[in-house]
């Protein structure tokens, strides 16, 4: 899941190919683009086929590098260290009134719009969806200040469509931690993690709420971030800094 360096093997040169034809549709008020273009690989790459060569090479390094053993044969190498990973989880505020309200298919209906939108975000700032938890996701970015960017897009896209169909409205709150999480099968796990989802539930419809890790690696970035005090997040015994992220509506 961290960031992928040369220092520990040479990444192959990547030819960029848009993949916008699989993003699935969008309201046109969402802002665009939303889609990342796509890293195709030369044949003779040990990444080809894979997504990202931290995925690459954790599978590799798995398989061996004899004969012998299962898969192809490639050159044994170790992993990077660890690098912090941002995780930001999003919630969508009183999904279950919306479907007393609007009945089972037109909330799904709006719940897919929901989803849509918060997969375009994810695309477009390079989050990795870890998990849908019914009414949000978990996702980790490689990059503290493309989670936050990511954050800001979503809650601006959100603001759009609801001024565009107020009889629609849909309003989510973010929370999101930096850290070193732990990885398996697929998933994050850990300290880091467990803040992050705290953090988010205890957002306001509408904010987005980060831990000062957050803050002071994004120190420089010039971004509108207002203290919001020392909190205490459930099963944690020490007080957290916590700080909004102070995003503007777009007109």
């Given at each position: 899941?961290s960031k992928?360096s040369?220092?520990?093997?040479?990444v192959?040169?990547?030819?960029?190919?848009?993949?916008?034809e699989?993003?699935?549709?969008?309201?046109?008020?969402?802002?665009?683009?939303?889609?990342?273009?796509?890293?195709t690989?030369?044949e003779?790459s040990?990444?080809?086929g894979y997504?990202?060569?931290?995925t690459a090479?954790?599978d590799?390094s798995?398989?061996?590098?004899?004969?012998g053993e299962?898969g192809?044969?490639?050159?044994?190498?170790?992993?990077?260290?660890?690098?912090p990973?941002?995780?930001?989880?999003?919630?969508m505020?009183?999904?279950t009134?919306?479907?007393?309200?609007?009945g089972?298919?037109k909330?799904?209906?709006?719940?897919?719009?929901?989803?849509r939108m918060l997969?375009?975000?994810?695309?477009?700032?390079?989050?990795?969806?870890?998990?849908h938890?019914g009414?949000?996701?978990?996702?980790?970015?490689?990059s503290?200040?493309?989670?936050?960017d990511?954050?800001?897009?979503m809650?601006?896209?959100?603001a759009?469509?609801?001024?565009?169909?107020p009889?629609?409205?849909m309003?989510?709150?973010?929370?999101?931690?930096?850290?070193?999480?732990?990885a398996?099968?697929?998933?994050?796990?850990?300290a880091?993690?467990?803040?992050?989802?705290?953090?988010?539930?205890?957002?306001?419809p509408g904010?987005?709420?980060v831990?000062?890790?957050?803050?002071q690696?994004?120190?420089?970035k010039?971004l509108?971030?207002?203290?919001?005090?020392?909190?205490?997040?459930?099963?944690f015994?020490?007080?957290?800094?916590?700080?909004?992220?102070a995003?503007?509506e777009?007109?």
């Amino acid at each position: 899941m961290s960031k992928f360096s040369k220092d520990h093997i040479g990444v192959p040169n990547a030819t960029l190919q848009s993949t916008d034809e699989s993003l699935p549709a969008l309201p046109p008020w969402v802002p665009a683009p939303l889609f990342l273009p796509k890293a195709t690989y030369p044949e003779c790459s040990p990444w080809r086929g894979y997504d990202d060569p931290h995925t690459a090479a954790r599978d590799l390094s798995q398989r061996g590098s004899t004969a012998g053993e299962s898969g192809p044969s490639v050159q044994s190498f170790s992993l990077p260290p660890l690098l912090p990973l941002a995780i930001l989880f999003t919630d969508m505020v009183e999904s279950t009134a919306c479907i007393r309200h609007l009945g089972d298919e037109k909330a799904q209906a709006l719940l897919r719009l929901h989803n849509r939108m918060l997969r375009g975000c994810l695309r477009l700032y390079r989050g990795q969806e870890l998990k849908h938890t019914g009414d949000g996701v978990m996702a980790s970015f490689a990059s503290i200040s493309s989670a936050v960017d990511c954050a800001m897009a979503m809650q601006k896209a959100f603001a759009v469509h609801n001024r565009h169909h107020p009889e629609e409205q849909m309003q989510i709150r973010i929370g999101a931690n930096a850290g070193e999480p732990l990885a398996e099968e697929g998933q994050l796990f850990g300290a880091a993690v467990n803040a992050a989802a705290r953090l988010c539930a205890r957002a306001l419809p509408g904010q987005i709420l980060v831990s000062d890790v957050v803050r002071q690696l994004l120190v420089g970035k010039k971004l509108p971030f207002v203290s919001r005090g020392r909190v205490t997040l459930k099963s944690f015994s020490e007080r957290m800094r916590v700080y909004e992220v102070a995003w503007q509506e777009e007109r």
